[in-house]
């Protein structure tokens, strides 16, 4: 069974940092890129970062370009995501997600984790 | 960005009946070199996390229920329930994968009559 399990959210103040983590079981984790996407409380969802399969492209979107750092470690079926000067409006559930086609960072996803809330407060 | 704008925000169908979800963007999602349409459907049940329902617009996901179908192309879509069921009580999400920033729309919930 394929699986995507997050881990590491929390609450954090203003300008502080966090790292999450997605470990992934039940597929080969090196052959596909992955993804972040969040969803604040009540709202839609964002897409943040993708990731090539080996690790050499990244793709952010605009408002955490600079403050999150996407990466993985395919030794160890996991995926990363750290954020830095973390701010209110980051707040949200953040979800890591398989992209589906190969290749490419345009791309749709199935499955998805559970989800880990990281909450931005003072 | 190209932005996703889903309509209405939330319908109440009654069991059984259809459930239509609009879906538009500002610019075509449709690729000339392949003919497909960079479109993507999503169900999120509460609690739970986002479900693939429909890619390239209108392929259904393997094992996703037949009342489920996608159509249009270009900068307008469509995601229809048939035969609403119960279980169909969800927010659904459209997502376009046609360039970067990837993007939603705003969500559509769909509630029972």
């Known amino acids: 069974e394929v699986q995507l399990v997050e881990s590491g959210g929390g609450l954090v103040q203003p300008g502080g940092s966090l790292r999450l983590s997605c470990v992934a079981s039940?597929?080969?984790?090196?052959?596909?890129?992955m993804t972040w996407v969040r969803q604040a409380p009540g709202k839609g969802l964002e897409w943040v970062a993708n990731i090539k399969a080996d690790g050499t492209g990244k793709f952010y979107v605009a408002s955490v370009e600079g403050r999150f750092t996407v990466s993985r470690d395919n030794t160890k079926d996991s995926l990363y995501l750290q954020m830095n000067s973390l701010r209110a409006d980051d707040t949200a559930v953040y979800y890591c997600?398989?992209?589906?086609?190969?290749?490419?960072?345009?791309?749709?996803?199935?499955?998805w984790g559970q989800g880990t809330l990281v909450t931005v407060s003072s | 960005d190209i932005v996703m704008t889903q309509s209405p925000d939330s319908l109440a169908v009654s069991l059984g009946e259809r459930a239509t979800i609009n879906c538009k963007s500002t610019q075509s999602l449709l690729y000339n070199s392949n003919n497909m349409d960079y479109l993507a459907w999503y169900q999120q049940k509460p609690g739970e996390p986002p479900k693939l329902l429909i890619y390239w617009a209108s392929a259904r996901e393997s094992g996703v229920p037949d009342r489920f179908s996608g159509s249009g192309s270009g900068t307008d879509f469509t995601l229809t329930i048939n035969s609403l069921q119960a279980e169909d009580v969800a927010v659904y999400y459209c997502q376009q994968y046609y360039s970067t920033p990837l993007t939603f729309g705003g969500g559509t919930k769909v509630e029972i009559k």
């Open positions: 039940g597929f080969s984790f090196s052959d596909y890129w």
């Open positions: 997600a398989r992209a589906v086609r190969s290749a490419t960072t345009y791309n749709y996803f199935d499955p």
